[in-house]
Nanobody, 124 residues
Framework: QVQLVESGGGLVQAGGSLRLSCAASGRTFTNYAMGWFRQAQGREREFVAAISRSGAGTSYADFVKGRFTISRDNGKNTVSLQMNSLKVEDTAVYYC?????????????????WGQGTQVTVSS
C-alpha cells in the first residue's frame, strides 16, 4: 500500500494562486493513478483532478475551467495541484488519493488510499 501526506494549503485572496503537494511513501507509487478531491463544509466530497500512472493522461472537473493543473513526478513520488485564479467557492479541504485503476474514474469510492487533507481558504 501507499501512504500519502498533503501540504501547501492555506489562506489566499480571490484571484490568487496556491500549489498543493502530495508526498507518497513506499516503492509502489507508479502502480497508482492519482487524484485530488475536495470537501467543503456541509457538502459532499467532489472530484477535482486526476492523472494516470505514467502522467500522460489527465482529467479535470468542469468547474476547474483551465485554472488548475495536476502533475506528478514518479522519481520523487509526488503529485501536485497548481491552482490559479482561485475563487471563494474553491474553499474546502483538499485530499490526495491513490487509485489502483483508471485515472478517468472520478468516483471517490474507487480510490483506496487517502491523505489527511489540507485546508484551502479563499477570501473575497
Amino acid at each position: 500500500q501507499v501512504q500519502l501526506v498533503e501540504s501547501g494549503g492555506g489562506l489566499v485572496q480571490a484571484g490568487g494562486s496556491l500549489r498543493l503537494s502530495c508526498a507518497a511513501s513506499g516503492r509502489t507509487f507508479t502502480n497508482y493513478a492519482m487524484g485530488w478531491f475536495r470537501q467543503a463544509q456541509g457538502r459532499e466530497r467532489e472530484f477535482v483532478a486526476a492523472i494516470s500512472r505514467s502522467g500522460a493522461g489527465t482529467s479535470y472537473a468542469d468547474f476547474v475551467k483551465g485554472r488548475f493543473t495536476i502533475s506528478r513526478d514518479n522519481g520523487k513520488n509526488t503529485v501536485s495541484l497548481q491552482m490559479n485564479s482561485l475563487k471563494v467557492e474553491d474553499t474546502a479541504v483538499y485530499y490526495c488519493a491513490a487509485n489502483f485503476g483508471a485515472y478517468y474514474d472520478s468516483n471517490w469510492n474507487s480510490y483506496a488510499h487517502w491523505g489527511q487533507g489540507t485546508q484551502v481558504t479563499v477570501s473575497s
